[in-house]
C-alpha cells in the first residue's frame, strides 16, 4: 500500500485540525455564556415587568370587586327601603280612607240632623207666633167688648169686622194648619229618604270592605311577588357576578397572552396590523340571493363583523405559522444534507479501520475506488497465475474540493 503523503504531515493536518476544532469549540462556548447572560437579564427584566403588571392589575381588580360589592349592597338598601316604603304607603292609603270614610259618614249624619233639627224649631216658633197672635186678639176682643159694653150698638160693626177678621184669621190658621201638614209630609219624606240615603251609605260601606280587601289580597299578591323577583334579582345578580369574574379572568389572560405577543410583533406588524383584502373586485361584488338572506343570516353577519380585524391578524399569523413551519422544514433537510456533506468530508480527510470498511466512492486505493466493481473476466496469464492488485490514492481534500 504506498501513500502519497507522510505520516508526519498528516499527523501534523490533524493536529492543526484539532487546534481549530478546540479554537471554534472555544468560542462556540464563549457566544454561548454570552447568550445564557443577555437571555438572563432578559428574563428578569421580564419577570419584573410581569410582576409590576400583575400588581396593578391585581389592584384594579380588588378595587373593581369592592366598587360592585359596595353598588350591589346599597341595591340591596335601596330595595329594601322602597319595599319598607311601599307598605307604609299601602297602610297610609288604608288609614285615610278610613278617616275620609268616618268623615263622611259623620258629616251626612250631622247635616240630616241639623235640617230635622232647623225643620222643628222654625215649625214651632211659626205654631208659638200664631198661637201668640191669636191670644192677643181674643184678649184684645175680650178687653173692648167689657170695656164698651154701654156702647154695644156702636161696636156692632166693630164686632162684625171682628168676626170678619176671625173668619180670616181662621182661614189663615187653617192655610196654617195644611201648611204645617205638609211640611210634617216633607219630614216624612225627607226621613224616608234620609234612610234611603243611610241604606245607600251602608251599601257603599259594604262595597269599600270588599275592595278593602280585595286590596289587601292584591297587597300579599304584590308582596309575594316581590319577594319572588327579590330572590330572582338575587340568583341572576350572583350568576352575573360569576359570569363577569370569568369574563374578567378571561379577559385578564387575554390581555397577558396580547402583552406577552406584542413583545414579539416585528416593526412592519406595530406600523400595519392589519393587511388589506386579498378579495378581487370580482370576489367582492359577488352579492348575496335574496332568498337566502334571512334574519338570522344577518343577526350572524352583523354579529362578526366585529371579529373581522381579528380573523386578519389571526389568518396572518397562521399564514406565517405555516410559513415558517415550511421553512423549518427545508432548514432541517438542508442541515440534514450539510450534516451528511460534514460527515463525507470528516470520513475523507481522516484515515482509519472504520472509515477502510466503509464504501466512499471518493476514497481509491492503488487507482481503484472502494465500490463493490461488477464481475469482469480473468485475463489470462502465463502459468495461470493471477494479475497483481494494484491501489490508487487520491486525496480526499482534493475531490472535496472539487465536489464542494
Not at 190658621?173 to 201648611?179: A, F, K, V
Not at 493471477?386 to 472535496?400: C, R
Request: charged content about 35%.
Amino acid at each position: 500500500m504506498r501513500l502519497r503523503r507522510s505520516p508526519s504531515s498528516l499527523v501534523k493536518d490533524l493536529s492543526e485540525a484539532e487546534e481549530q476544532y478546540a479554537h471554534a469549540l472555544r468560542s462556540h462556548l464563549h457566544n454561548i455564556d454570552q447568550l445564557l447572560a443577555l437571555q438572563r437579564r432578559r428574563l428578569s427584566l421580564l419577570e419584573e415587568s410581569y410582576n409590576v403588571e400583575l400588581e396593578a392589575l391585581t389592584k384594579e381588580f380588588e378595587t373593581e370587586r369592592k366598587t360592585i360589592i359596595d353598588q350591589h349592597e346599597k341595591e340591596i338598601h335601596y330595595l329594601q327601603d322602597v319595599f319598607v316604603a311601599m307598605e307604609q304607603n299601602c297602610l297610609d292609603s288604608e288609614y285615610e280612607s278610613k278617616l275620609e270614610f268616618q268623615s263622611m259618614w259623620e258629616d251626612l249624619k250631622n247635616k240630616n240632623l241639623e235640617e230635622k233639627h232647623f225643620l222643628r224649631l222654625q215649625l214651632e216658633h211659626t205654631v208659638e207666633d200664631l198661637w201668640r197672635r191669636f191670644q192677643d186678639a181674643l184678649k184684645n176682643y175680650t178687653d173692648a167688648t167689657e170695656d164698651r159694653k154701654i156702647a154695644f150698638e156702636t161696636l156692632k160693626a166693630k164686632d162684625e169686622k171682628s168676626c170678619k177678621e176671625i173668619e180670616a184669621q181662621m182661614k189663615k190658621i187653617q192655610r196654617l194648619q195644611d201648611s204645617i201638614i205638609i211640611l210634617k209630609g216633607k219630614i216624612m219624606v225627607h226621613g224616608r229618604e234620609s234612610e234611603e240615603q243611610n241604606q245607600d251609605i251602608r251599601e257603599d260601606k259594604e262595597l269599600v270592605l270588599v275592595q278593602l280587601r280585595k286590596l289587601k289580597a292584591q297587597r300579599t299578591q304584590a308582596r309575594g311577588i316581590s319577594q319572588e323577583n327579590l330572590v330572582k334579582l338575587t340568583l341572576e345578580s350572583n350568576a352575573t357576578l360569576k359570569a363577569l369574574r370569568k369574563i374578567v379572568d378571561k379577559g385578564e389572560k387575554v390581555l397577558k397572552l396580547a402583552e406577552i405577543c406584542r413583545k414579539f410583533e416585528t416593526e412592519e406588524e406595530k406600523v400595519l396590523p392589519f393587511y388589506s383584502s386579498v378579495l378581487t373586485p370580482e370576489e367582492q361584488d359577488i352579492k348575496i340571493d335574496p332568498e337566502e338572506f334571512t334574519e338570522e343570516l344577518g343577526k350572524v353577519i352583523m354579529d362578526y363583523i366585529g371579529m373581522e380585524n381579528f380573523w386578519k391578524r389571526y389568518n396572518k399569523v397562521k399564514l406565517e405559522q405555516l410559513s415558517l413551519q415550511h421553512r423549518r422544514a427545508q432548514l432541517l433537510e438542508i442541515n440534514e444534507k450539510l450534516r451528511e456533506m460534514l460527515k463525507q468530508y470528516l470520513d475523507g480527510i481522516s484515515v482509519s479501520d472504520e472509515v477502510l470498511s466503509q464504501l466512499s466512492p471518493r476514497f481509491i486505493v492503488n487507482q481503484s475506488r472502494n465500490l463493490p466493481q461488477p464481475p469482469s473476466m480473468p485475463t489470462a496469464q502465463p502459468g495461470g497465475q493471477k494479475p497483481p492488485a494494484t491501489y490508487n490514492i487520491i486525496e480526499a481534500a482534493h475531490v472535496i474540493a472539487h465536489i464542494l
